[in-house]
T-cell receptor, first 112, second 113 residues
Framework: GENVEQHPSTLSVQEGDSAVIKCTYS??????FPWYKQELGKRPQLIID?????GEKKDQRIAVTLNKTAKHFSLHITETQPEDSAVYFC???????????FGQGTELSVKP | KAGVTQTPRYLIKTRGQQVTLSCSPI?????VSWYQQTPGQGLQFLFE???????NKGNFPGRFSGRQFSNSRSEMNVSTLELGDSALYLC????????????FGPGTRLTVT
């Protein structure tokens, strides 16, 4: 069935370091891969996304890469800051409708 | 544009009762999806409505149901509440057809005692 695996579950980095979160999906029909950031007590916020016809997308300090063959996509955050501390979720969807399948989440902690 | 709104924000119910949650999407968005968020299970898809029709359904029991109105506002209903239904219920709206992007509301925190 549809499944998204996300690793690691927790990640602690020093301010200024890079952070990488990895996800693997199972549904070959998946064609859109968003990443959400959820701060404590707040709603998930869309921070970046990628379509299946693109291999990489960058927005300032964050970037996402997609390997369709391996069914693998990753979030890269460079020059991390304490305000990047949050839980990050990857997700996948296909063109059959608005059914996002989420990974388990990664709790990122950026230490000053 | 105003964001996705959900009411009520907090709710306390007793086992066996039923509850109705409401979601108003971003103006112009015709797709509304509902998700359940719990510490143990993470974010799980409940169902999606598009133009008043249920288009996708997750693996939840029939006690969970929903509907969408002609103005795209959506409601979800949970009947015969169980302790395990305690969760944050999030809805997200999308302008499906123009974009896959889904934007979440603040959620309704449901506590079942």
């Amino acid at each position: 069935g549809e499944n998204v695996e996300q690793h690691p579950s927790t990640l602690s980095v020093q301010e200024g370091d890079s952070a990488v979160i990895k996800c693997t999906y199972s549904d070959s029909a998946s064609n859109y891969f968003p990443w959400y950031k959820q701060e404590l007590g707040k709603r998930p916020q869309l921070i970046i996304d990628i379509r299946s016809n693109v291999g990489e997308k960058k927005d300032q300090r964050i970037a996402v890469t997609l390997n369709k063959t391996a069914k693998h996509f990753s979030l890269h955050i460079t020059e991390t800051q304490p305000e990047d501390s949050a839980v990050y979720f990857c997700a996948a969807i296909n063109n059959q409708g608005g059914k996002l399948i989420f990974g388990q989440g990664t709790e990122l902690s950026v230490k000053p | 544009k105003a964001g996705v709104t959900q009411t009520p924000r907090y709710l306390i119910k007793t086992r066996g009762q039923q509850v109705t949650l409401s979601c108003s999407p971003i103006s112009g968005h015709r797709s509304v999806s509902w998700y359940q968020q719990t510490p143990g299970q993470g974010l799980q898809f409940l169902f999606e409505y598009f133009s008043e029709t249920q288009r996708n359904k997750g693996n939840f029991p029939g006690r969970f149901s929903g509907r969408q109105f002609s103005n795209s506002r959506s409601e979800m209903n949970v009947s015969t509440l169980e302790l395990g239904d305690s969760a944050l219920y999030l809805c997200a709206s999308s302008s499906w057809g123009l974009s896959y992007e889904q934007y979440f509301g603040p959620g309704t925190r449901l506590t079942v005692t």
